[in-house]
């Protein structure tokens, strides 16, 4: 059974970093891509960033480059979500997301399987 997991969500402070983790079962990541995404109150659900497991490469969308890093570890079946100089704009519920292939894309509805998400909030 697939299954992702998602971790690491909280409350943090503006400037704060927070790490979120996405662990995989059920299936091996090797050949998969896995997305964040990240969902507001009343917005839509957005990319955040993808990272190609067989081969690292990564991507990011412009509201987040230089602040996030995605990482892998094949090894462990997980994926993170390293986050840094968190804005209250970055507040939402991140989910992680996996569809199989090489191609990262942040367009939700190509993703099959999904986290539960976990909620990050960022305030003062």
């Known amino acids: 059974q697939v299954q992702l997991v998602e971790s690491g969500g909280g409350l943090v402070q503006p400037g704060g970093s927070l790490r979120l983790s996405c662990a995989a079962s059920g299936f091996t990541l090797d050949y998969y891509v896995i997305g964040w995404f990240r969902q507001a109150p009343g917005k839509e659900r957005e990319g955040v960033s993808c990272?190609?497991?067989?081969?690292?490469?990564?991507y990011y969308a412009d509201s987040v480059k230089g602040r996030f890093t995605i990482s892998r570890d094949n090894a462990k079946n997980t994926v993170y979500l390293q986050m840094n100089s968190l804005n209250p704009e970055d507040t939402a519920v991140y989910y992680c997301a996996t569809r199989f292939g090489s191609k990262c894309s942040f367009d939700y509805v190509r993703y099959d399987y999904w986290g539960q998400g976990t909620q990050v909030t960022v305030s003062s």
């Open positions: 990272v190609i497991m067989s081969d690292a490469s990564t």
